[in-house]
């Protein structure tokens, strides 16, 4: 194809000592349109920088959290190692508050397990059993390490079978109550649970040990696990493009349950999340942290 004179421009190069010099011929609409080139690059290198920026935003309010939930179960442990009376240190009694200790550590330790799953740093079990002498207690050294043990088991049983921390740690794009209809603005309808951002096939894990109650196709929640735990509670995880788990299975919390999607009734991508107590939907934000 013969190319137009005018439609072509001639860039010359020169040597260093300017004795000798090489052309190139280039599409004058090139060089012409060099400046939008140059304006796009800057562009998506922008848009690069800011989403860096507000990754590491949302990953340092993230560790704020962790860090409050780590604080308020140290604080927690301490007022209860202030229980232990300063006379159990008597050698008399010294076998028998060891074995105590040793179970307490245990439990301390599964603690921290529950805590780890939900991306949570756990907190120190070493020199368990100090205190000091100021407990005015009508219990017998030994009932106060058992009372301290069944405050721990119980702990335990709460931060392992209640609901806390995220299915999916990332931005949530709905939350919990009334909001406009997504396929009618004119309408609002009550939405009972939170949508977490996610990306087809990105894992949703469960929030708390307990037994898969449901596992399929659930009207407009589309792919559906429902997982029960116990005082009640359940919880929901809809929209799913895969179910992982089966009816009857038995799932410990950061488990997971299945793959995001957009099924059912739905306008993209994402993790529907519910928390029910007694049937009734309750707002999950009260179980996402420790400190609610």
Not at 221 to 228: F, K, L, S
Not at 250 to 259: A, L, N
Request: glycine share 10%; charged share 20%; with cysteine.
């Amino acid at each position: 194809m013969k190319v137009n004179p005018k439609d072509v421009s001639t860039i010359v190069i020169l040597s260093k000592n300017k004795q000798s010099a090489k052309t190139i011929q280039v599409r004058t609409k090139h060089i012409v349109n060099l400046k939008f080139y140059a304006l796009s690059l800057v562009g998506v290198v922008a848009l690069l920088v800011g989403a860096i920026v507000l990754l590491r935003s949302n990953i340092k309010q993230q560790e704020v959290e962790r860090q409050s939930e780590r604080q308020l179960l140290l604080n927690q442990i301490v007022h209860l190692k202030g229980q232990i009376p300063a006379v159990l240190q008597a050698q008399s009694e010294k076998n028998s508050a060891q074995s105590y200790i040793q179970a307490i550590e245990e439990k301390l330790k599964h603690v921290n397990q529950y805590l780890r799953k939900r991306g949570l740093k756990g907190f120190s079990t070493k020199a368990v059993g100090g205190g000091d002498a100021n407990g005015d207690t009508k219990l017998s050294e030994k009932e106060v390490y058992m009372a301290y043990n069944d405050y721990l088991t119980d702990l335990v049983n709460t931060v392992g079978f209640t609901p806390m921390g995220y299915p999916r740690v990332s931005s949530m794009t709905s939350r919990f109550g009334f909001r406009s209809d997504p396929f009618s603005s004119g309408h609002a309808e009550f939405h009972p649970g939170l949508d977490f951002k996610g990306n087809r096939g990105d894992n949703a894990s469960v929030t708390a040990n307990g037994r898969v109650v449901s596992a399929g196709w659930n009207g407009g929640y589309g792919n559906c696990v429902r997982v029960a735990h116990t005082n009640g509670y359940e919880t929901l995880y809809g929209h799913l493009s895969k179910i992982t788990v089966k009816v009857s299975q038995k799932i410990s919390v950061g488990e997971k349950v299945g793959e995001i999607g957009s099924t059912g009734r739905s306008t993209g991508s994402h993790l529907h999340y519910e928390v029910r107590q007694n049937g009734r939907p309750v707002n999950p934000a009260k179980f996402l942290t420790l400190n609610n």
